[in-house]
Nanobody, 124 residues
Framework: QVQLVESGGGLVQAGESLRLSCAAS????????MGWFRQAPGKERGIVAA????????FYADSVKGRFTISRDNAKNTVYLQMNSLKPEDTAVYYC?????????????????WGQGTQVTVSS
């Protein structure tokens, strides 16, 4: 069992930055690929970024490439999402997810555990 707790969301203006954190409990974190997803009102939950178990490989949605960076600290059981140059269209609830095993996956159904989400609001 893995429990995930996101933090770091908030209200920012366009162009500003935020860093989201996701703390994982349990001893399987280093064995899990991790992902960040987001869901805006009236839209489906979609991938933002994914990290391999080691952090050596990453995947990004086209809409965030060059602006967002996923990283992880396996010693701290934590995955991060650094978000720069935020835009109003980045406004959403952001979710952390864990997938037992390795490999980069962009579909939500591949992930086994989910956090509760943290709200990110970007004003124009």
């Amino acid at each position: 069992q893995v429990q995930l707790v996101e933090s770091g969301g908030g209200l920012v203006q366009a162009g500003e930055s935020l860093r989201l954190s996701c703390a994982a409990s349990g001893r399987t974190f280093s064995s899990s690929a991790m992902g960040w997803f987001r869901q805006a009102p009236g839209k489906e939950r979609g991938i933002v970024a994914a990290s391999s178990r080691s952090g050596g490989s990453a995947f990004y949605a086209d809409s965030v490439k060059g602006r967002f960076t996923i990283s992880r600290d396996n010693a701290k059981n934590t995955v991060y999402l650094q978000m720069n140059s935020l835009k109003p269209e980045d406004t959403a609830v952001y979710y952390c997810a864990a997938r037992l095993g390795d490999g980069l996956r962009s579909r939500a159904e591949w992930y086994d555990y989910w956090g509760q989400g943290t709200q990110v609001t970007v004003s124009s």
